[in-house]
């Protein structure tokens, strides 16, 4: 079997919330717990990508550490996983400079992530967030990622992020860059709004009230929970019966991913009965997964000095093999050798 190159990234735009934790930070600390001697794991804040929409800089250092020490209170450890900050691996905007010259408009004019985030202002939306997708796919290439664990909403930035490396193999004949799968966990690919089971949960939602931050204390978690949205009806006897309820859908999705039972049976254990039998049972059960890593994460946030240094030493670590790949790939462009 071939060596595993995991790889994925944040951005530091907000707090932390439950759909990060269960689309793709849980998966991110499983996948650590299961490297082998030959695999590697590379996590990253992405705070390039977070410039593409205006962020003032004394807020952008400040969630960098958050997001770092939230990573750490889940269970990244940065002794076993490479954890940094992107800006300090110049090599991601080296690549994604090369990358840029093989990935085409039609391709990027596709991306729905840029369109829901220019909205009805293209013209004002900045370069950067146009070509977002082609740095995202230098963030994965340049470590050669074999699994990207992530939630569904990235799926379509990493099938790019393939077809940018085939693209750049077959134009150049060569077999320099490595097509990464995306990792979805099925029983979380999506968790939504707390306010509105349409929209996805989000760090950029206004309302504090849609998300349940990994750093809420046990009171707020209850609060948010009982003040979810809902509708009247009692619970179904099997899942298939949550159709064209979202709001429930997700209550139950979010019992389900974080006590590891299928939707099925708990939709048996609470049928006939309505949400305020269920929600205490759902406050409960993420309090007792979300309030130890709280603890944490306090305790981390205490020693910024101490944050900065482990990401120093994990931008080192990176920074060695990303430059392999870069100078791979000057070479197959024909760039001189320095
Ligand atoms: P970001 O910062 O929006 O989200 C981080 C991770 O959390 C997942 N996620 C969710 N999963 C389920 N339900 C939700 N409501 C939910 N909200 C967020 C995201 O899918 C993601 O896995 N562009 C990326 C950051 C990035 C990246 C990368 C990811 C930059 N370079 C390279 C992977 C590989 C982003 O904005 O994620």
Same mark, same amino acid.
């Given at each position: 079997?071939?060596?595993?190159?995991?790889?994925?990234?944040?951005?530091?735009?907000?707090?932390?919330?439950?759909?990060?934790?269960?689309?793709?930070?849980?998966?991110?600390?499983?996948?650590?717990? #299961?490297?082998?001697?030959?695999?590697?794991?590379?996590?990253?804040?992405?705070?390039?990508?977070? *410039?593409?929409?205006?962020?003032?800089?004394?807020?952008?250092?400040? /969630?960098?550490?958050?997001?770092?020490? /939230?990573? *750490?209170?889940?269970? *990244?450890?940065? #002794?076993?996983?490479? &954890?940094?900050?992107? #800006?300090?691996?110049?090599?991601?905007?080296?690549?994604?400079?090369?990358?840029?010259?093989?990935?085409?408009?039609?391709?990027?004019?596709?991306?729905?992530?840029?369109?829901?985030?220019?909205?009805?202002?293209?013209?004002? +939306?900045?370069?950067?967030?146009?070509?977002?997708?082609? &740095?995202?796919?230098?963030?994965?290439?340049?470590?050669?990622?074999?699994?990207?664990?992530?939630?569904?909403?990235?799926?379509?930035?990493?099938?790019?992020?393939?077809? =940018?490396?085939?693209?750049?193999?077959?134009?150049?004949?060569?077999?320099? !860059?490595?097509?990464?799968?995306? =990792?979805?966990?099925?029983?979380?690919? $999506? =968790?939504?709004?707390?306010?509105?089971?349409?929209?996805?949960?989000?760090?950029?939602?206004?309302?504090?009230?849609?998300?349940?931050? !990994?750093?809420?204390? +046990?009171?707020?978690?209850?609060?948010?929970?009982?003040?979810?949205?809902?509708?009247?009806?009692?619970?179904?006897?099997?899942? #298939?019966?949550?159709?064209?309820?979202?709001?429930?859908?997700?209550?139950?999705? *979010?019992?389900?991913?974080?006590?590891?039972?299928?939707?099925?049976?708990?939709?048996?254990?609470? +049928?006939?009965?309505?949400?305020?039998?269920?929600?205490?049972?759902?406050?409960?059960?993420?309090?007792?997964? !979300?309030?130890?890593?709280?603890?944490?994460?306090?305790?981390?946030?205490?020693?910024?000095?101490? =944050?900065?240094?482990?990401?120093?030493?994990?931008?080192? $670590?990176?920074?060695?093999?990303?430059?392999?790949?870069?100078?791979?790939?000057?070479?197959?462009?024909?760039?001189?050798?320095?």
């Amino acid at each position: 079997m071939t060596a595993k190159r995991i790889v994925s990234g944040i951005q530091p735009t907000g707090q932390l919330h439950l759909g990060n934790w269960l689309g793709a930070i849980r998966n991110w600390v499983r996948m650590q717990d #299961a490297l082998g001697p030959d695999d590697r794991a590379f996590f990253f804040i992405a705070d390039l990508h977070a *410039i593409t929409l205006p962020q003032d800089p004394a807020e952008l250092r400040r /969630a960098t550490r958050e997001i770092a020490a /939230a990573l *750490i209170a889940s269970g *990244i450890d940065p #002794a076993r996983s490479v &954890l940094f900050n992107q #800006a300090q691996v110049a090599e991601h905007a080296e690549l994604a400079w090369v990358l840029g010259c093989t990935a085409r408009m039609g391709w990027l004019n596709r991306m729905t992530q840029f369109k829901e985030k220019s909205g009805k202002d293209r013209e004002g +939306a900045s370069v950067g967030l146009f070509t977002y997708p082609v &740095l995202q796919a230098a963030d994965v290439l340049v470590y050669k990622a074999t699994h990207v664990p992530v939630g569904e909403d990235q799926k379509q930035h990493l099938e790019l992020a393939r077809d =940018i490396a085939i693209k750049f193999n077959t134009d150049l004949g060569v077999e320099v !860059l490595v097509p990464p799968e995306p =990792i979805i966990p099925p029983e979380a690919p $999506r =968790i939504r709004s707390l306010r509105d089971g349409k929209a996805k949960m989000s760090k950029s939602d206004p309302s504090e009230q849609s998300r349940i931050a !990994l750093t809420d204390t +046990a009171d707020a978690i209850r609060q948010k929970i009982r003040r979810a949205r809902t509708d009247p009806d009692p619970l179904p006897e099997t899942a #298939a019966g949550l159709a064209g309820r979202p709001e429930a859908q997700n209550l139950v999705g *979010i019992l389900a991913a974080v006590t590891g039972r299928t939707m099925d049976a708990i939709c048996a254990e609470f +049928a006939g009965q309505g949400f305020a039998a269920f929600k205490p049972v759902l406050a409960d059960a993420l309090v007792a997964v !979300l309030e130890p890593l709280s603890a944490r994460f306090r305790e981390l946030l205490a020693d910024p000095a101490e =944050i900065d240094s482990i990401l120093r030493t994990g931008a080192a $670590r990176a920074r060695e093999v990303a430059q392999a790949t870069v100078a791979e790939v000057h070479d197959a462009v024909g760039f001189l050798k320095p």
